[in-house]
Each structure stands twice: as structure tokens, then as C-alpha cells.
């Protein structure tokens, strides 16, 4: 089983400040997807990852997939405050990690 | 264009009770697989299907069953319910994506 584990846990910034969480495993991924979730909703696909050193962009959130693929990383710039939610990261196991909780403040 | 239905969005129930958590999705996919999510501990696979017929353990799949006669349903029962099962219960419906339904709020005193 691949363990992931999402850094920060929590994360609170204000509207317009720029923020990047993380999805690490010690095993190697042959794919990674990202999901937003929203209060009282299921999680929504953002983006999947499947090659190594790969990087995807969708408008203001910049997906990479590591060398190694091992580990993920989500960069949001300019945050909003549409942009709060909890990110999560699933692998091909389907196993999700815990996620990070995200806060934009107007 | 339903998606993945979830019934009923709240229940709450006595310890020792049994009850059925639907799902039904209408994309013809062939994978549907059922959460719960805890506080803190993010979504944990309980069962999964991989088609008609077929079903499989997931991480924590104690005190729950699943059958998939259907490709559409795909319902999670508890059979005794437990205060431990008290949590937010998501079915999905395909895998690359998953399309989650928007949950079963379960309460167990």
C-alpha cells in the first residue's frame, strides 16, 4: 500500500498571497490526481499526473509530478477566495492522502 | 445529467441497527467504489467494484458489506451499526477520474 502524506495540514493566507502544498510518498506512483472538495461535496477532479518531471497548469494552479515520481506539488498563485477547500491527491492505489485544508481570507 | 446519486444525504441511527446506503451513477462505468471520510484522516476506501458481479476489499472494510448486481447500484450496507461508523460516507463512480456523489452524512448514538 502507498502511503501519501499532504503538507501543510492547515493552511491560512490572504487574497492575492501566492501558496504551494505538497503530496509525498516513499513508494513511486504510476499516476497522481488532484481533487478539490468543498463543504457538504465530493471532491472534484483538478488535474491528473501520470510522467515524471511532468507539469501542468490550469489558470492560476500549476500541477508537477516529481523526477522520481514519488511526490507532487500544487502551486496556486494570486489565491482567491474561491480557492478555499480541502486539496486532496489520490494515487493509482486509490488511496487518498489526508489533504490540506485551504483558507483564503478577503 | 445526474452523475453519481447518493441516498439518503442524512441518517441517524441506534447502535446495533442495519441499514443500506445507495448509489446509483448513470455514466455506464464499469469501476464504483465507496469512502468514508473522518475528521483529519482524509477519504479511506471501504469496498470497490470493478464490474457486475464483482466487488473487493478495500482499507477498512469491517462491518460493512457491498453487492453490485448492477452495473448502475452499488449500495454499502451496515450490517450492526457502531459509534465508529459515525462519518461521511462518498460513493465514486469510475477511476481515472472518480465522480463522487455528494455524500451520506451518518450518525450512529
Known amino acids: 500500500t502507498q502511503l501519501l502524506e499532504q503538507s501543510p495540514q492547515f493552511l491560512s493566507i490572504q487574497e492575492g498571497e501566492n501558496l504551494t502544498v505538497y503530496c509525498n510518498s516513499s513508494s513511486v506512483f504510476s499516476s497522481l490526481q488532484w481533487y478539490r472538495q468543498e463543504p457538504g461535496e465530493g471532491p472534484v477532479l483538478l488535474v491528473t499526473?501520470?510522467?515524471?518531471?511532468e507539469v501542468k497548469k490550469l489558470k492560476r494552479l500549476t500541477f508537477q509530478f516529481g523526477d522520481a515520481r514519488k511526490d507532487s506539488s500544487l502551486h496556486i498563485t494570486a489565491a482567491q477566495t474561491g480557492d478555499t477547500g480541502l486539496y486532496l491527491c489520490?494515487?493509482?492505489?486509490?488511496?487518498f492522502g489526508a489533504g490540506t485544508r485551504l483558507t483564503v481570507k478577503p | 445529467n445526474a452523475g453519481v446519486t447518493q441516498t439518503p444525504k442524512f441518517q441517524v441511527l441506534k447502535t446495533g441497527q442495519s441499514m443500506t446506503l445507495q448509489c446509483a451513477q448513470d455514466?455506464?462505468?464499469?469501476?464504483m467504489s465507496w469512502y468514508r471520510q473522518d475528521p483529519g484522516m482524509g477519504l479511506r476506501l471501504i469496498h470497490y467494484s470493478v464490474g457486475a458481479g464483482i466487488t473487493d476489499q478495500g482499507e477498512v472494510p469491517n462491518g460493512y458489506n457491498v453487492s453490485r448486481s448492477t452495473t448502475e447500484d452499488f449500495p454499502l450496507r451496515l450490517l450492526s451499526a457502531a459509534p465508529s461508523q459515525t462519518s461521511v460516507y462518498f460513493c465514486?463512480?469510475?477511476?481515472?477520474?472518480?465522480?463522487f456523489g455528494d455524500g451520506t452524512r451518518l450518525s450512529i448514538l
Open positions: 499526473v501520470v510522467t515524471g518531471g
Open positions: 489520490l494515487n493509482n492505489d486509490m488511496r
Open positions: 455514466m455506464n462505468h464499469e469501476y
Open positions: 465514486a463512480s469510475g477511476n481515472q477520474p472518480q465522480h
